[in-house]
């Protein structure tokens, strides 16, 4: 596992290819959107802003059940910016009697989602499983008109409240075949266009996804999906993305599995991870958590990697919440969190993937020669919690020459303390703090503007900080 500090941007990497315009939208989004950091794996750091300061989410799958679990609530609504109902949007729940729609649990869990700024990924329109007895029972001719409604129905339940629908859930078989389902029985492969279609015209806002287990490396599934993907395109039917459950072995993460994503990104369509989890035989120990940390740190690099990967969702939130051990006897502690909804090690090296750097090595500090003196300009915005706050600060040169290498100096209020940053590198944690460049963010022209991100901890004062000065000159703030 590579263990890495500050990972944010770097001019290597794909998805930091998006210019400084993008970069700033992503740190301004981790800005309004962080929340208090529950139980998490170091004071004012959490999954979600390393994630969105990535231009990523990462996700979780709750139950309406869970929603009584203060400790699971407690980390849910501050480490993860995306929910999956676990099963409240499934058919059975929704419409268990023909024409008769129930959305009360699933209403609650959109409600959670809202009240901690979490989107929600609706999971699932069309598939073999929990789907009740009475659309297995009809006529053939009518499971057409049966589905649509039932689309048609939820979708604009949800319209304008939803970033995606898993519109089709798990389509194969093992070998690549379509699952002979009671929609395939009735209408064939075209049940899948036709679900997207309907989705689409219910709410033409929600992205649209096509979901399935197995399809993470190269191999017989993935080449069906593969297949209907660039069939589907091909006839212009409306699908944003492909889901990828992700639901893993410790040890066994497939190694064909970026190259696998990046044939279906060229596909034209976005890729995710929906269902995450890596599972070990029981009891967990030492070496098997550090493995599992490893497997984490591979996924979340894979998705960092691949441009068009647009987040992670991990299913459940703790190892309590995991669906393993009832379905696998003898395996278990899939999740990135244990039975105390304490972070693991699969977390950290998650956290450090997303460029957290919470156990990281100290760097050595490259030399950088001492730039020229610049006028400069500072802005920015504080959102505090309780206990932490994440700031973002612009930069602009506002001096007739251009900087190559920047170093702002500022003062921090007295209590609070640095815990990580983003596009620039701060040193020391407290007090007077200097934040250098990147190696992407070295140049300033004359006019042009930066953005660099911090979190701290603090002990009440919240105040921006003062005496900012850009390379040995003091700047004018506003
Ligand atoms: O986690 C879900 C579990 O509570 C249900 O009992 C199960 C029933 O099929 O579905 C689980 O979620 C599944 C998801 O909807 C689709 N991919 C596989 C997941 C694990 O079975």
């Known amino acids: 596992m590579s263990v890495r500090t500050l990972r944010l941007p770097s001019p290597t990497h794909p998805r930091r290819a998006l210019g400084a315009a993008a970069a700033t939208a992503a740190v301004a989004l981790a800005a309004v959107t962080l929340l208090p950091t529950g139980q998490a794996g170091a004071a004012g750091t959490t999954l979600r802003s390393l994630a969105e300061a990535n231009g990523l989410y990462f996700g979780t799958a709750i139950s309406q059940g869970d929603l009584n679990n203060a400790p699971l609530t407690a980390v849910a609504g501050s480490q993860f910016g995306m929910l999956t109902p676990t099963n409240e949007m499934k058919w059975d729940t929704i419409e268990p009697s023909r024409g008769s729609f129930s959305y009360g649990p699933a209403d609650r869990l959109v409600s959670f989602a809202q009240t901690h700024s979490m989107r929600v990924r609706g999971h699932t329109l069309v598939w073999h499983s929990q789907l009740p007895s009475w659309v297995n029972s009809l006529p053939g001719s009518q499971v057409k008109t049966a589905m649509e409604n039932h689309i048609n129905n939820e979708v604009t339940h949800y319209k304008g409240k939803l970033y995606a629908w898993d519109v089709v859930n798990e389509p194969f078989n093992e070998d690549g075949s379509f699952r002979t389902d009671a929609f395939y029985n009735a209408m064939g492969s075209g049940y899948v266009a036709d679900a997207l279609r309907t989705a689409r015209a219910a709410d033409p806002t929600a992205k649209l996804y096509l979901n399935d287990y197995n399809i993470e490396g190269l191999n017989a599934k993935s080449d069906a999906m593969y297949n209907l993907v660039k069939s589907?395109?091909?006839?212009?039917?409306?699908?944003?993305?492909?889901?990828?459950?992700a639901h893993f072995i410790l040890g066994q993460i497939p190694s064909s599995f970026k190259a696998n994503l990046q044939r279906f990104t060229a596909l034209g369509v976005n890729v995710a991870i929906t269902e995450l989890d890596d599972r070990?035989?029981?009891?967990?120990?030492?070496?098997?958590?550090?493995?599992?940390?490893?497997?984490?740190?591979?996924?979340?690099?894979?998705?960092?990697?691949?441009?068009?990967?647009?987040?992670?969702?991990?299913?459940?939130?703790?190892?309590?919440?995991?669906?393993?051990?009832?379905?696998?006897?003898?395996?278990?502690?899939?999740?990135?969190?244990?039975?105390?909804?304490?972070?693991?090690?699969?977390?950290?090296?998650?956290?450090?993937?997303?460029?957290?750097?919470?156990?990281?090595?100290?760097?050595?500090?490259?030399?950088?020669p001492t730039p020229p003196g610049a006028s400069c300009q500072v802005s920015g915005k504080v959102s505090p919690w309780n206990t932490g706050l994440t700031e973002d600060i612009t930069i602009t040169n506002t001096g007739s020459t251009a900087l190559n290498g920047w170093a702002l100096t500022y003062t921090l209020p007295a209590g609070q303390t640095v815990t990580n940053s983003w596009n620039a590198s701060l040193t020391p944690a407290t007090g007077r703090v200097t934040a250098t460049n990147l190696s992407y963010n070295a140049t300033l022209a004359p006019g042009a503007a930066t953005s660099f991100g911090f979190q701290a901890t603090h002990?009440?004062?919240?105040?921006?900080?003062?005496?900012?000065?850009?390379?040995?000159?003091?700047?004018?703030?506003?």
């Open 459 to 478: 002990t009440g004062d919240t105040a921006f900080p003062t005496s900012f000065s850009l390379n040995g000159t003091a700047c004018t703030t506003s």
């Open 232 to 245: 589907l395109k091909g006839q212009g039917v409306p699908l944003d993305g492909v889901g990828f459950q």
């Open 280 to 368: 070990m035989p029981l009891p967990p120990s030492a070496d098997k958590l550090a493995r599992q940390a490893g497997d984490y740190a591979s996924v979340v690099n894979t998705c960092l990697t691949v441009s068009g990967c647009v987040g992670l969702t991990q299913w459940g939130v703790g190892d309590p919440d995991s669906w393993i051990p009832g379905t696998f006897p003898g395996y278990g502690a899939a999740t990135l969190y244990d039975a105390n909804y304490q972070p693991k090690p699969a977390y950290t090296a998650s956290a450090n993937a997303l460029g957290g750097g919470t156990t990281s090595p100290t760097p050595t500090p490259t030399p950088t």
